[in-house]
């Protein structure tokens, strides 16, 4: 099992910065990817970026050249740098894992809100 607890939320303006961090525990090294998705009231959770353990990345088009996912020098922690945040990233931040191959875990959440 993955347990996943995620920091760094909190409320900025438009144009400002945040920084989310995720720490893994337990059964670290069966972590194949690792990412951040997010939920606005009223949508469905989507994908924001993602990081496997090759390195290679994935973004959704709205994120694109303004947030960066990036892991830790230890396995288990992923960062998403989110630069020039806008009203529309208001949202719950989820970290999510996928270990053994076919396995989803998930941290609590962290409220993310961006003022006009």
């Known amino acids: 099992q993955v347990q996943l607890v995620e920091s760094g939320g909190g409320l900025v303006q438009a144009g400002g910065s945040l920084r989310l961090s995720c720490a893994a525990s337990g059964s670290i090294f069966s972590i194949n990817a690792m990412g951040w998705y997010r939920q606005a009231p009223g949508k469905q959770r989507e994908l924001v970026a993602a990081i496997t353990s090759g390195g290679s990345t994935n973004y959704a088009d709205s994120v694109k050249g303004r947030f960066t996912v990036s892991r830790g020098n230890a396995r288990n922690t992923v960062y998403l740098q989110m630069n020039s945040l806008k009203p529309e990233d208001t949202a719950i931040y989820y970290c999510?894992?996928?270990?053994?191959?076919?396995?989803?875990?998930w941290g609590q959440g962290t409220q993310v809100t961006v003022s006009s």
């Open positions: 999510n894992a996928i270990f053994q191959g076919r396995y989803d875990a």
